[in-house]
């Protein structure tokens, strides 16, 4: 039931904080460990694991995206991304020692059972992220995380993305733990700063909502929206494109900041709205100079800039035309509370057009056929 909100999708992203803190419940023993929800995998071959390919198709990729740039700086391994509709129609080199890890958030997306099937078949072992007990994708597999989001009912994904993003964290953190390419206190440091995301994503919740209505609002003629972010704001920009996509059939391009020059930049012209994850300001490091040079660049041109940033960066304020604010967190887990104004946009622009956002057209919750 949707339980007073308007629409299951507005109830649903109120829900992302609680998502996101229910994910992280029950994952850690007595001794304060990380353990996973189900694992058929000798420890001894879990710890060989050399590589993982991600597969998934629309936001649980974008979510596998996110876990790359966690995944690769604490465990050290490659991770690839790979739509789960082309991975096996490509020859993928798979080995036991490749760990491929289906996100998905029903459970029973065709695609992504007929990759994981795939790499079973070649040797490889096979990890679930998955929101669905029981479902097809974390019983074939040899183990399995669960997000606990609670069952998501608006076709477009929202909760779920966040549940999915720290679950794959999780899954890092545990990789790290068990091969000792962090300290005990940088997990457990990490955990913390994780535990403390819900309330971060509920202060945007509680004091952006606004703007983003406002924002909507001033937007209802666009034709188009380019969105751009770098680092983990790459993946933030392509699921904030997909979702305005999905909902109020909006034509969006996400793409990475720094491609602006080689190509994008040509669709700006005067009024075209840019949307722009910044990274955090702090130390105006170059990530963050090097995205703000990108606002400056379209600005140029004439383009509407939408910005989401860290609270306080006078960059934004001066360079941006709209600011959804994110409070301080560490970059690596922003996501979390990046893609909510984005979310929320989405959610605006198609109400105010008058569109069913729960049951967007042409579109299915889970997508049983190849
Ligand atoms: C699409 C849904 O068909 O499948 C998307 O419309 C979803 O919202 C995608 O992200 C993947 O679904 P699942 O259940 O495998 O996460």
Redesign the pocket.
């Given at each position: 039931e949707k339980g007073g909100w308007p629409s299951f999708m507005d109830k649903e992203i109120h829900e992302d904080p609680e998502a996101v803190g229910n994910t992280l419940i029950g994952r850690f023993n007595t001794a304060g460990d990380i353990v996973l929800d189900e694992v058929r995998i000798a420890l001894e071959d879990f710890k060989s694991i050399d590589k993982i390919i991600v597969v998934?198709?629309?936001?649980?990729s974008y979510a596998g995206m996110v876990a790359k740039y966690a995944i690769e700086h604490w465990v050290r391994i490659p991770v690839e991304i790979e739509l789960a509709h082309e991975f096996r129609y490509r020859d993928p080199i798979l080995t036991p020692r490749t760990l491929v890890v289906a996100?998905?958030?029903?459970?029973?997306?065709m695609d992504?059972l007929m990759a994981l099937r795939h790499a079973r078949e070649q040797g490889s072992r096979v990890l679930a992220i998955c929101?669905t007990q029981g479902s097809t994708?974390p019983r074939e597999s040899d183990a399995v995380l669960y997000t606990h989001a609670g069952p998501e009912i608006a076709?477009?994904?929202t909760k779920?993305f966040v549940a999915q993003v720290v679950a794959a964290y999780m899954l890092g953190l545990y990789l790290a733990q068990i091969k000792g390419t962090m300290f005990p206190d940088e997990i457990r440091g990490i955990v913390a700063q994780l535990k403390a995301m819900p309330a971060k994503i509920q202060w945007v919740l509680d004091t952006q909502c606004e703007t983003v209505d406002k924002a909507a609002k001033r937007m209802l003629n666009a034709h188009s929206f380019l969105f751009l972010g770098r680092h983990v704001g790459y993946p933030v920009a392509m699921e904030g494109a997909l979702k305005l996509k999905?909902i109020a059939y909006t034509f969006t391009e996400g793409f990475a900041a720094g491609e602006l020059k080689h190509g994008p930049i040509a669709l700006v012209d005067e009024g075209e709205p840019v949307v722009v994850i910044v990274p955090s300001a702090r130390g105006r490091n170059t990530l963050h100079n090097k995205v703000i040079s990108g606002i400056e660049e379209v600005k140029a041109r004439g383009a509407f800039t939408i910005v989401v940033a860290e609270e306080g960066d006078p960059d934004a304020e001066r360079y941006a035309d709209v600011v959804f604010w994110r409070p301080i967190c560490p970059t690596l887990l922003s996501p979390l509370v990046d893609v909510v104004p984005l979310q929320l946009f989405a959610m605006d622009m198609a109400n105010l057009k008058g569109y069913d956002v729960d049951k967007p057209r042409n579109?299915?919750?889970?997508?049983t056929v190849e």
């Open positions: 998934a198709c629309g936001t649980a996100i998905s958030q029903s459970g029973e997306t992504t929101n994708i076709v477009a994904s779920a999905e579109l299915a919750k889970s997508v």
